[in-house]
Nanobody, 125 residues
Framework: QVRLVESGGGLVQAGGSLRLSCAASGRSFSTYAMGWFRQGSGKEREFVASISSSGSTTYYADSVKGRFTIPRDNAKNTMYLQMNSLKPEDTAVYYC??????????????????WGQGTLVTVSS
């Protein structure tokens, strides 16, 4: 089973950028579709973006489309979330997840096979 560790969270001003990383260890990272999710204070966890195992297909929540991208590097067993034009409403704990299903299934809320521990992103106004 794959194990996931997020990093890169922190405090940033509105309009700034931040890149999160999700490092995977264990078996066959390249066979997993991957996703980013976030949970703001007092809110439910929500889908942010997903990417297929090969990296050829991506999905984004409407709230981040055009501002965030979700590249992955299978040679480095790492997925990223590049966040630009950050807004205070992007403040949340960000989690990465792995699924043996498709990236579209991840976007629809399919159960994930592994989760990271989360990294906090705070966007100040």
């Amino acid at each position: 089973q794959v194990r996931l560790v997020e990093s890169g969270g922190g405090l940033v001003q509105a309009g700034g950028s931040l890149r999160l990383s999700c490092a995977a260890s264990g078996r066959s990272f390249s066979t997993y579709a991957m996703g980013w999710f976030r949970q703001g204070s007092g809110k439910e966890r929500e889908f942010v973006a997903s990417i297929s195992s090969s990296g050829s297909t991506t999905y984004y929540a409407d709230s981040v489309k055009g501002r965030f991208t979700i590249p992955r590097d299978n040679a480095k067993n790492t997925m990223y979330l590049q966040m630009n034009s950050l807004k205070p409403e992007d403040t949340a704990v960000y989690y990465c997840g792995a699924s043996l299903r498709s990236s579209s299934a991840v976007a629809r809320g399919a159960a994930l096979d592994a989760w990271g521990q989360g990294t906090l992103v705070t966007v100040s106004s």
